[in-house]
């Protein structure tokens, strides 16, 4: 049975990289009716963040991708955290001492910093020749060591990876790396091939940044005489043609764009596109066909930029499939910050908007001009195609001011009629009814939509406001 893994280390936010990582591999398991496994990979305990863990289970369980063995969910193979499972690394470290494919090193700091300042690329196996008997008698004395694993000089290793074929490494281009270190903890080197296969894992999907090394963990499977499991890298995200996306670089995360008024659904979709594609090409997939459609074949060779503007394109596919009481109950959230909004009828300000999100954070920017009324200007009114401007508006405002206290009942048709009898096209009428009452050239809905948003004593507030500036 296929078994897939993510296994993130509890750093901090999980990154577009990473959950796209746990996408597939949740896909790739699901495809197969398989199982897929989630394990915390805790051992660099200073680069361990508090609260990093729970995160990790929040966004799994947001996006729907669901494992079927963790830390809080159980499972056979369990503890599914590794300082849980400290005694078994050192356990099958001491297996690979007694077979020489592993050795005791004592090197301090200072040497090792010193054979690099002379010249050295890689630790130069110094201390492979210390006799077994006496290296454990300087450990039983209390000295400080590690354990690193002992690679063969020379020979070419090489291993097939689903995506990109045969790699091929030179053994001279591999260091002793430590696979215990000196706090007794395993490195990340070692403790990913012990649990990969404790755990059952079939296939390995992770970043290529381990595309190269996969050969020193190959040796170690075969040291222990574990099965090898297959491999698939995932080429990285990037920020453009020359930077990857990158924690550091402050670029997104998943909790970020839920914060910017992306949905879920949107995120996990954008993200499965960046380096797979389906074989109709289909851009707008559920998860539950994604789980259907995921195949290896559509699984990219080569990096993808990460396109926030496809990403609100796409997300604007799902925000207009949302229900009226769906959008106006995410968008009251959005609406919060913004003061000038108080006041108005927002679930009416919902409907106007709707169609307009892409992201949810674009209700600020299409209600901006709201607040940016008092500071008017009269040239809105000059509009080629309706043959407008200010003069006109301060002939016909007395008027629209009229027809909005007598008719507000039945502004939209009293506003025709008005245009009508006096000989105006509708479309003049509108325009200078609608720019004297928001100060914008664009807004989200048409003159009697922006009067029913304002209300009757607001709006005619604004229409003798901006009749007393084209008058004045
Ligand atoms: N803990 C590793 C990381 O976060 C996982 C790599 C892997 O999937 O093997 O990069």
């Known amino acids: ?33 398989g199982k897929f496994i989630l394990r915390i990979e805790d051992t660099d305990l200073e680069r361990t963040v508090p609260g990093a863990v729970e995160l990790i289970y929040r966004t799994l369980r947001e996006t729907g991708l669901k494992y079927d063995e963790g830390p809080d969910v159980g499972g056979e193979y369990g503890p599914y955290i590794q300082t849980q499972r400290k005694q078994i690394y050192i356990d099958y ?60 000089a020379e020979g070419v290793s090489s291993y097939v990876d689903l995506v990109f074929g ?30 990969d296969h404790l755990m ?22 075969d040291a222990l005489g574990f099965e090898r499991p297959q491999y698939i890298h995932l080429q990285p995200i990037m920020r453009d043609a020359h930077q990857k996306l990158s924690k550091r670089h402050g670029d997104a995360n998943y909790e970020d764009f839920i914060a910017k008024g992306f949905l879920k659904d949107a995120i996990v979709n954008y993200i499965a596109l960046l380096g797979w594609s389906p074989k109709d090409n289909r851009e707008k997939l559920t998860l539950e066909e994604m789980e259907q459609l995921f195949s290896l074949d559509g699984v990219s060779k080569s990096a993808s930029i990460f396109d926030e503007t496809k990403m609100r394109w796409l997300n604007s596919l799902y925000v207009k499939e949302l229900s009226e009481e769906e959008f106006h109950k995410r968008a009251l959230a959005f609406y919060a910050p913004y003061k000038y909004l108080n006041g108005l009828d927002l679930e009416y300000l919902s409907t106007l908007l709707h169609s307009r999100t892409e992201v949810f ?30 003069a006109l508006a301060a002939k016909m405002l007395p008027d629209l001011i009229k027809v909005a206290e007598n008719e507000w009942d039945n502004l939209h048709d009293a506003l025709n009629a008005y245009a009508e009898r006096d000989g105006y096209k509708k479309g003049q009428v509108l325009w200078v009814f609608r720019i004297a009452l928001t100060n914008a050239a664009s807004t989200p809905g048409g003159a009697s ?5 304002f209300g009757k004593d ?3 507030r604004r229409l003798n406001y901006a009749l007393g500036k084209v008058i004045a």
Not at 166 to 179: A, F, S
Not at 369 to 387: G, P, Q, R, V, Y
Request: proline share 3%; charged share 25%.
């Open 1 to 33: 049975m296929v078994r897939t893994r993510f296994a993130p280390s509890p750093t901090g936010f999980l990154h577009v990289g990473g959950l796209r990582t746990a996408l597939y591999a949740y896909l790739y398991a699901k495809k197969a009716g």
């Open 93 to 152: 470290a001491k297996k690979l001492i007694e077979s020489g494919d592993a050795y005791y090193c004592f090197c301090t700091k200072e040497r090792l910093e010193q054979i690099h300042k002379d010249g050295a690329t890689k630790y130069d196996k110094h201390c492979l020749h210390i006799p077994r008997e006496e290296a454990e008698k300087r450990i039983a004395a209390g000295e400080k060591y590690v354990i690193r694993q002992n690679i063969p």
């Open 166 to 195: 045969e790699i091929k490494v030179d053994y001279n281009d591999l260091e002793d790396n430590v696979l215990i270190k000196s706090d007794g903890y395993p490195t990340y080197n070692f403790a990913n091939v012990i649990d």
């Open 200 to 221: 059952g894992i079939t296939h390995v999907i992770r970043g290529t940044e381990y595309l190269s090394s996969t050969p020193k963990y190959n040796l170690l499977y």
């Open 361 to 390: 954070t674009d209700v600020g920017k299409l209600t901006a001009f709201i607040e940016n009324f008092e500071n008017f200007d009269t040239a809105l009114f000059t509009n080629a195609k309706w043959k407008t401007d200010a």
């Open 449 to 453: 939509e922006m009067a029913r948003l």
């Open 458 to 460: 607001e709006s005619l």
